[in-house]
């Protein structure tokens, strides 16, 4: 499985940071409201059709608000993997890859073997485009692309107060059409929603109890579900923990947090990179060490723009740039090698590579993606200082950490400053449930989006949870392939049986084992 698990780690969350408040906790209590018979527009069944090999997709209606069952309903695009050994089938197993926002239905097209592998072929595997995502009933915030297209363009993360005034004044005019366009929507799009809209699912595929893999932001989903349903949850595996008290608390908490981690995996990259030579490192062996090569180059690109000839037009490498194109590699330690000799390029003048790899977040779908996640977030959680405040909060961002602060702040917290909605209708806690089964928490050790410290404080928010550590790199434990992962992930599913507390497991080998 480790020579395939790039297919999920391209599907699998871009944006790492996430969010909740809530309506009080007894508006959650007892059984999800079952629509009656005259309610036609919801779903009973899943119509299943044929979409490709061993999958199957379908469209299902839930209620817009459940709190009014019978009322407008929306649209989810649902998929599922048929199990591959069906002679053996234990139920459904339902996983979310986070975001939040990402594709469930894009990740069970291209990797749907290998999550069924994740099951031993005992499990169709099941996901969903959640409410207010790509092919569910989607925010908008334009009338068309055109528009969309005229909105974005140009646009990057700003680092200058000029760049800045400018992009605030773009995420007002955002939210607000964000608002005539969606505003209908926009108050139903919370995590409990969504943990609603999964029970119904649930319910539907005809599984008594809820088996569950929750991925990034689906660590999210998967603790507010159990901890409005414990009783329904035959066993759940959270792997890159998010801290569901920092996500809850507002936008700014949320972004603190999921930036905390960033900097220290991005010193183990450049440590690993001096240690690994120039064999293996394209930064190691020159005169002066990595650290000192990048901080150069960060320096050089906030005075001027690098060139970057070879890029498709040519363009220029700017600070806000250099961020950007670190965002994606810093994830996947398989691409620390290639990285490294993208920043040597550009240390030597050429930052055509990084500018690519920066450009593929700054197209009007990439925007869109961002403007999503937020959009599920601040529903989640609003902000607690409006967008006059963003010198100060946007430099404490910066201080926790230069390389990813004012990228998450920018793309997450500033849209929750603006926001039509702040949190109004969404789950608060408590967190600390207990399930009949043990929940399985897997925690990366150097994991730049969701920090480690959030996989201890959740197992032990949590009333029943053991935390399995993978002491590896990267966001989301198949990003650093581990044998030992992929053995308690399977046992854990399929039988039940959590590793012993305390286990910690090695990745199948180092970064920078391979030479760029």
């Known amino acids: 499985m480790p020579q395939r698990t790039g297919r999920l780690v391209a599907l699998a969350v871009l944006a790492a940071a996430v969010a909740a408040i809530a309506l009080p906790d007894t508006a959650f209590a007892g059984d999800v409201p079952r629509p009656s018979a005259t309610s036609s527009a919801v779903s009973r069944s899943i119509a299943w059709k044929a979409c490709g090999a061993r999958l199957e997709c379908a469209r299902v209606q839930v209620p817009l608000d459940w709190d009014r069952p019978l009322g407008r309903t929306i649209s989810l695009k649902v998929i599922r993997h048929l199990a591959s050994r069906p002679e053996q089938r234990r139920g459904s197993l339902f996983i979310n890859p986070g975001g939040p926002g990402d594709t469930g239905v894009g990740l069970v097209e291209g990797a749907g073997d290998d999550l069924d592998a994740w099951g031993g072929g005992r ?104 901890n409005l349903f414990p009783t329904r949850v035959r066993a759940m ?22 930036v905390s981690g960033a900097d220290e995996v991005f010193d183990r990259f450049l440590t690993l990179c001096q240690d690994a030579g120039p064999e293996h490192c394209s930064l190691a062996g020159r005169a002066q060490d990595p650290a000192s090569l990048v901080d150069g180059l960060v320096a050089r690109a906030q005075r001027a723009p690098v060139p970057a000839p070879s890029a498709t037009p040519p363009g220029s490498l700017d600070a806000g740039d250099l961020l950007l194109s670190q965002f994606e590699p810093l994830r996947n330690p398989d691409r620390w090698p290639q990285n490294a ?36 977030q601040c529903a989640d959680a609003g902000a607690r200082k409006d967008l006059r405040a963003w010198p100060r909060v946007i430099g404490r961002f910066d201080r926790i950490s230069w390389l990813q602060g004012r990228v998450n702040g920018w793309w997450l917290w500033a849209p929750c400053a603006a926001w039509p909605v702040r949190g109004q209708d969404s789950y608060r806690g408590p967190w600390n449930a207990s399930t009949a089964n043990p929940i399985l928490v897997i925690g990366t050790r150097f994991d730049p989006n969701t920090p480690y410290a959030n996989a201890v404080r959740s197992a032990r928010l949590l009333g029943n949870a053991v935390l399995l550590t993978l002491n590896g790199y990267g966001h989301l434990s198949f990003q650093d392939p581990s044998a030992c992962i992929d053995h308690a992930r399977v046992r854990y599913l399929v039988d039940l049986r959590a590793p012993p507390r305390g286990t910690v497991c090695q990745p199948d080998q180092p970064p920078f084992a391979t030479s760029s």
């Open 237 to 258: 595996l959270l792997d890159g923990l998010v801290d569901p008290v920092a996500y809850s608390t507002s936008a700014e908490t949320r972004v603190a947090n999921s």
């Open 341 to 376: 000799t993208d920043l040597q390029a550009a240390i030597d003048g050429d930052g055509s590579a990084l500018e690519m790899a920066a450009r593929a977040f700054r197209t009007p779908a990439g925007w869109q993606g961002a403007t999503t996640s937020a959009a599920i």
């Open 123 to 226: 499990f169709d595997v099941v996901s969903w485009d959640p409410r207010g995502t790509n092919a569910s009933t989607q925010v908008r915030c334009f009338r068309n692309d055109e528009d969309a297209s005229r909105f974005w363009r140009g646009v990057s993360i700003p680092t200058s107060t000029a760049q800045e005034i400018a992009f605030r004044r773009k995420t007002a005019d955002l939210a607000r059409r964000c608002g005539d366009v969606s505003g209908w929507l926009l108050p139903h799009i919370t995590t409990a929603d969504t943990a609603r809209d999964l029970d119904y699912l649930r319910q539907l595929v005809g599984d008594r109890r809820l088996t569950y893999v929750g991925l990034s932001y689906g660590t999210y989903l998967g603790q507010t579900y159990a």
